[in-house]
């Protein structure tokens, strides 16, 4: 006997107890010993940062990372996979920030940073319990025992292991260059960084600045210039980096207008003089850009005046840079550049050196003037008005000052796209300055063509955003003025500048004059800091360097740093584990994770570190929007496991929509996705149990003959056609076309396969039809079970628990260490599949037909006309034709070719995709009497389930009514005896001792009573 299924199943509750069972069990170390020596599956699992509470997002990535290994381990691969942590980096130090109530980096180094570091470190896991619960709660298979850690000192001695290798090869340099800068958190961004916290809709100021021109210069424009003040009018959205103003550009082949505007002239961009209403405004003369090239004028700002420095690029190409004398005549000059645009702005860009790629390499080819205003905090330095204001509130300052000293043309303001801190929220500001840089430009063409080896699902990030991002690579500015990270390796000396990388711990240690190692060593700052030797040329002292790594790195270098490589598992490369067979997390890691694993990976090993990547699209509210605590629209994550448990919520994340594409979530969206097919699996399942319990049905011990029906050969034949499928998806990496495609055939199982053999199995003799459906649905529930397995484990291991371990303790002892399917194409019936498709097909038309004619399906008819596509599907119809007059509840079907003026005569169409189905509403006496019989049938079924009796108990049934329902009763009392068990059927209702209730059917009052027959 099986355990009998109760069919309002608490799947949250049940999921406890097959947690439990797991626990006890230990399956999931099982499912990885058992297959210790066949091939090798490998996840890289990309480490989250357990600083925080895990979200609804952090359970879309899991659960896809866990449905592959599952569905390898099942098809006999040995997939173990381990856990890892980040715990290094600016999330880390903004929440001890944030918790100390610090607003920068100096109240940091007033606190101490070893302190500081402390309460780093002692952060990282505050949200380890709830991670740890989450992940085992949604089923997320992963050795969370023997994590990875960041922070370690073997991942980090791999991690400068790594940059030694770059620094042999010269890949690592520390140059001037335009860095994203967060003035907040005081450090650098790196381009994959900065792709994360673009904002659009920005708003920010829209300037034109005068310029005015040289007075000697301006004849060399034109003779008609001499006697009034010329300017060159360019256009600005960042008004506060005009103070580092040192030159113009110009596009040399464009048409510039001289225009008169009241006492004074304007030189502009011809194209572009409506968009500052100058169109109208005497013309005085056009020229070429190219006129204005050399031509001089006066700084808007002459930065010895304010007390800033002004350096100047000493070759074409460097970077190096030379502090200028005060010139108290100081001129800047026009240059002619390819950037210049005609579509917006004034034809005359404004060039700040100091700020901004392009303006940076325009500064450093032509050996311009650098000028920087602006501290690390964002701050302006020196004595301008606007001095020690940060940048953005300096702009309105910036605009109020040029007004008054008649240089702002016009004010406006414009909405763009602008890059944000992903961390902290502040706008960052492209800067000017020193970092370390790994060339990974060096290796362009090596990044795209390992990238062209990586399966990406969907295939479109491949050459879309992750190609694109590839093509348009920059050097990867990977140090970080920060504290609580992995210690940039590199050493320099006091004395004469010498800088030397280390590798290792014992090559540190084996340094002349190396200070020697605190106990416990902990490779960390401030501790490391200490760490010194003698410097080989000079014998002064090498002092590290103070920057720490990008924690990008850090989660890029896990292939290797995992295993302590290549201090330990030496045989990393070769023995299976590199490179990963599978990685997946979200779009926007295709500039951050995603990315710093193939840089590295190319860099290193010249080939990519994974094979197969799932890029997810991002999770939105129901509505289509961001989730944001602000928006108060985030769905909480243990509500929903509580209420409807995690394979609902498994199976929505994997079904809802292609995995690259944005998801909405609901809680309502999950309800739904329980009830259409958690619900329908598991009616399907309480049925199967219900009735083989009734009639001891055992498929180990069953001997008695299995005859199938042509109803038996179809769903076999879709099942073996759903291995197949299921099978070739995820094979693929495709769990969403898996997953439909269960659902179609679980659609089909229930609604079709076991609703046309109800009564099969309702029937009291064992005979060989209802032995074979006992024996065919048996099969397609436990294939089931396997199949699911992979997506929503609980609920699979439960009914494999009832319907195979019940009665074959041989068995694997879970779903999960039993092989998955292999389908039997032998089984396979293309024309079969296509007969029943049909008869699916005519069945819904015909109920659409009859709701339409409003007519009861309960209500026999005589006959329905079926109109189909070709001759041959006629003959198709004959296999299935009686399961479509059962189902429509008809005595004939009549195919017809045109049904043209039916519905003039009172006929009701119901039509699709060339098909059409024809009901007449008419109804004959006899058929009525028939669809009041059936009516009584329903009545009593109710009843029965009212009055509390089981399915198989017999009963004695009673009535009262007028002349015609006792002819029905009477023309029909066989038919309700067998449909309803009634071992009898009397006239009259006993007074005491039995289930009555009172009706009004088809306009005629009946009462009705049962009483079990004992």
């Not at 049940?14 to 090798?40: A, G, T, V």
């Not at 003799?765 to 529930?781: F, G, H, I, Q, V």
């Amino acid at each position: 006997m099986f355990q009998p299924v109760d069919s309002k199943a608490d799947f949250a509750k049940q999921e406890e107890q097959i947690l439990e069972f797991w626990r006890k069990e230990d399956i999931f170390n099982k499912s990885i010993e058992e297959r210790s020596d066949c091939p090798r599956f490998v996840l890289y699992e990309g480490p989250p940062t357990a600083n925080g509470n895990p979200g609804i997002h952090h359970v879309l990535s899991r659960v896809f990372k866990d449905v592959i290994p599952r569905y390898k381990t099942m098809k006999g691969y040995y997939a173990p996979r381990i856990a890892g942590w980040d715990t290094h980096g600016l999330p880390v130090e903004l929440g001890v920030e944030k918790e100390l109530g610090f607003t920068s980096k100096s109240d940091i180094e007033a606190y101490g940073i070893a302190r500081f570091n402390a309460k780093c470190r002692d952060s990282v896991f505050r949200y380890l319990k709830d991670w740890n619960a989450m992940t085992e709660r949604i089923a997320y298979w992963c050795d969370m025992e023997h994590p990875y850690i960041t922070m370690e000192n073997n991942y980090i001695e791999s991690g400068w292991w790594i940059i030694k290798q770059l620094w042999d090869k010269g890949l690592v340099y520390k140059g001037y260059k335009t860095a994203a800068h967060c003035p907040r958190c005081g450090t650098s961004l790196s381009s994959h960084e900065v792709a994360l916290g673009y904002k659009e809709d920005t708003v920010d100021p829209s300037v034109y600045i005068k310029f005015r021109v040289s007075p000697d210069d301006a004849a060399k424009i034109s003779e008609k210039l001499l006697g009034k003040p010329v300017f060159l009018m360019a256009w600005t959205t960042t008004p506060w980096t005009l103070p580092g103003n040192t030159g113009l550009a110009v596009s040399a082949s464009s048409e510039y207008a001289v225009v008169e505007v009241e006492d004074e002239y304007i030189i502009m961009a011809t194209a572009l003089l409506d968009t500052v209403g100058l169109a109208d405004n005497p013309l005085l003369s056009k020229l070429k850009g190219s006129d204005l090239v050399g031509i001089t004028y006066l700084p808007l700002y002459n930065p010895h005046h304010y007390g800033m420095d002004r350096m100047r690029f000493t070759n074409p190409g460097s970077s190096e840079l030379e502090l200028q004398p005060a010139d108290e005549n100081l001129t800047y000059r026009v240059w002619e550049t390819d950037f210049v645009s005609m579509e917006d702005g004034s034809g005359i860009v404004h060039i700040a050196p100091a700020f901004g790629e392009v303006d940076f390499e325009t500064g450093m080819q032509n050996c311009m003037d650098f000028v920087q205003p602006v501290d690390l905090q964002g701050k302006v330095t020196g004595n301008y008005s606007f001095s020690g204001k940060f940048v953005k509130k300096a702009d309105s300052m910036v605009i109020e000052e040029l007004i008054e000293r008649g240089l702002l043309f016009h004010s406006t303001t414009i909405s763009h796209t602008y890059p944000f801190c992903w961390r902290c929220d502040t706008p960052l500001l492209y800067y000017v300055k020193q970092s370390w840089y790994i060339r990974t430009t060096a290796l362009k063409n090596r990044l795209i063509e390992n990238n062209n080896i990586v399966n990406w699902y969907p295939e479109h990030i491949k050459e879309g955003r992750f190609g694109d991002w590839l093509k348009n690579n920059v050097d990867w500015a990977f140090s970080r003025e920060r504290y609580w990270g992995t210690p940039l390796p590199v050493w320099q000396c006091e004395s004469c500048n010498k800088l030397e990388c280390i590798g290792s711990l014992e090559e540190l240690g084996s340094k002349k004059g190396f200070s020697g190692y605190a106990e416990p060593v902990d490779l960390h700052r401030p501790y490391v800091d200490d760490l010194t030797f003698d410097c080989s040329d000079c014998g002064c002292k090498m002092k590290r360097v103070p920057e720490v790594i990008d924690c990008w790195f850090d989660s890029g270098a896990m292939p290797v740093a995992q295993y302590h490589y290549p201090f330990e598992n030496s045989t990393l490369l070769t023995d299976g584990r590199f490179p990963a067979d599978y990685i997946c997390e979200a779009v926007d890691q295709t500039r951050g994770w995603f990315y710093s694993l193939h840089a590295l990976s190319t860099l290193l090993f010249d080939k990519p570190c994974y094979e197969n990547v799932i890029c997810l699209g991002h999770i939105l509210d129901a509505k289509g929007e961001k989730m944001s605590k602000t928006k108060k629209n985030v769905v909480e994550l243990w509500p929903i496991l509580n209420k409807y448990g995690a394979d609902a919520l498994r199976w929505y994340l994997f079904t809802a929509t292609p995995p690259g594409n944005a998801r909405r979530f609901s809680e309502q969206l999950v309800s739904e996705v329980t009830h259409k097919f958690m619900l329908t699996l598991w009616n399907t399942y309480s049925f199967f149990v219900l009735y083989a319990n009734i009639d001891s049905y055992n498929p180990l011990t069953e001997t008695g003959k299995t005859v199938p029906s042509t109803l038996d050969l179809w769903i076999i034949s879709e099942l073996n056609k759903l291995i197949s499928d299921v099978d070739n998806a995820l094979d693929v990496y495709n769990p969403t076309e898996a997953g439909r495609r269960l659902e179609a055939f679980v659609d089909d199982l229930s609604n079709w396969y076991v609703r046309r053999s109800r009564r099969r199995f309702w029937k009291s003799e064992n005979d060989t039809d209802k032995l074979s459906a006992y024996a065919t649905l048996y099969e397609c529930l436990v294939t089931l079970t396997k199949l699911v397995a992979p997506f929503i484990p609980f609920i699979a291991e439960e009914m494999y628990q009832n319907l195979v371990r019940s009665v074959d303790k041989n068995a694997p002892v879970s779903v999960h260490l039993a092989a998955f399917p292999v389908a039997d194409k032998s089984k396979i019936d293309e024309n079969l599949s296509a007969d029943n498709k049909l008869a699916i097909r005519l069945s819904s038309l015909g109920r659409a037909a009859r709701s339409r004619a409003q007519v009861k399906v309960r209500q026999p008819l005589a006959k329905v006309q079926v109109k189909l596509l070709s001759g041959s599907e006629k003959a198709g119809l004959e296999k299935v034709k009686t399961q479509v007059i059962d189902e429509l509840n008809v005595k004939d079907i009549e195919v017809i070719d045109d049904i043209g003026g039916l519905e003039d005569k009172g006929y009701v169409v119901e039509s699709d995709a060339g098909y059409s189905v024809i009901v007449n509403p008419e109804i004959s006496p006899e058929l009525l009497k028939e669809g009041l019989a059936r009516e009584i049938v329903h009545r009593l079924q109710n009843m029965r389930k009212g009055a509390g009796f089981e399915i198989a108990d017999h009963i004695a049934t009673y009535y009262e009514g007028g002349e015609y329902v006792e002819q029905v009763m009477k023309d029909y009392g066989d038919y309700i005896k067998h449909e309803t068990l009634s071992d009898e059927i009397q006239a009259g209702i006993p007074a005491e001792g039995v289930h009555s209730e009172g009706y009004k059917i088809s306009g005629y009052e009946i009462k009705l009573a049962v009483v079990k027959v004992i």
